[in-house]
């Protein structure tokens, strides 16, 4: 019978080869770039980790010729990685080894000092900690992706909360429900040209101040590339604007199309649903790309969108009630 410690083994290698082959294969996508360099590299890591439990699980008189890779897990992380980009989907892969470092930790720390074992597992523990170190030049270059990603989240979830608080507090006094998703509509391009405008405001000071900084290093430099970088830096603004502007035109929709296709109620009920569906997706994605709790988060901001429309529906009924406002 196979013991508990060689079944543990087991699962580590299982998911160090799974690791070294998703590596592997994004590496494949990214030839010739200093980015698939720095995958090609954390694959023949994860290959010196799985071999580390090999021989462990060897050593006990098991065989690993039955383990593979978990193709489903690295089948849905290339495709998840067309939606979301290279670097926020290593870091959901390296979000979910954070549990697993922890038992390597705890495993290492039950172990006598001089253990060959023990010193195997620090060295593995010390290589997954500094991953990160690994792609920080990589993760620098896509600042820009992460940025337009981030850009896309917020505006969308800005999108979600706003016009779905107002389409509540609408529900309450105005039965027609289309008459509602009219003034569902009405927020939504309001907020638009406002988020549009701030997005615009806040990336022009920063590219100000970055252009600023840019200059003054351009002055210990002779190399001419200040001029390419000031030009990049200074379409960032308009860029912003545009990604933020038709990702609240996204979010915004989605509370509003069921207001256009059902009753007030039953609407209401579905766009309550959708929007806390897609503030718990956006808010994991945002905390992926800064490597924060994505279970919290994503619990914390699909509360808070339940509770600003669960205000707003109560401010209308409160209308309804005492000023006798509705509107058929």
């Not at 205000?311 to 000023?323: D, Q, R, S, W």
Request: net charge negative; charged share 25%.
């Amino acid at each position: 019978m196979k013991g508990q410690a060689t079944a543990a083994y087991e699962e580590f290698y299982r998911d160090e080869i799974t690791d070294m082959e998703f590596y592997r294969k994004l590496s494949g996508t990214m030839k010739g770039t200093d980015l698939g360099d720095s995958l090609a590299r954390l694959s023949d890591v994860e290959r010196e980790h799985s071999d580390f439990w090999r021989k462990a699980i060897e050593s006990s008189g098991e065989s690993v010729s039955h383990i593979r890779p978990r193709y489903g897990k690295i089948s849905l992380l290339l495709f998840l990685r067309r939606i979301l980009g290279t670097v926020l989907t290593v870091r959901m892969l390296e979000h979910g080894e954070i549990s697993t470092v922890k038992m390597y930790r705890e495993y290492a720390d039950s172990l006598p000092d001089g253990d060959p074992m023990r010193q195997g597992l620090e060295k593995i523990i010390r290589e997954e900690v500094s991953h990160e170190e690994i792609f920080q030049n990589s993760i620098e270059r896509t600042r820009k992706d992460v940025q337009r990603s981030r850009d896309i989240i917020y505006g969308m979830s800005d999108g979600l909360v706003e016009v779905l608080a107002a389409l509540a507090g609408l529900s309450a006094i105005i039965v027609d429900h289309f008459i509602i998703a009219l003034g569902g509509l009405v927020v939504g391009i309001g907020g638009t040209i406002s988020m549009t405008v701030g997005a615009y405001l806040s990336q022009s000071t920063e590219s100000q101040y970055r252009i600023n900084e840019e200059m003054k290093k351009s002055l210990f430099r002779m190399d001419g590339r200040a001029e390419s970088k000031i030009a990049s830096i200074e379409g960032e603004s308009a860029e912003s604007a545009l990604t933020v502007a038709y990702s609240y035109i996204i979010g915004a929709l989605v509370p509003i199309v069921p207001f256009l296709l059902l009753p007030r109620i039953p609407a209401l009920a579905v766009s309550v649903v959708l929007v806390a569906v897609a503030e718990a997706l956006s808010n994991s994605i945002v905390s992926l790309s800064m490597g924060l709790s994505i279970g919290r988060n994503a619990i914390k901001a699909t509360a808070l969108s339940l509770i600003a429309s669960a205000a707003t529906y109560t401010v209308g009924e409160l209308f309804h009630i005492f000023l006798h406002i509705t509107v058929l």
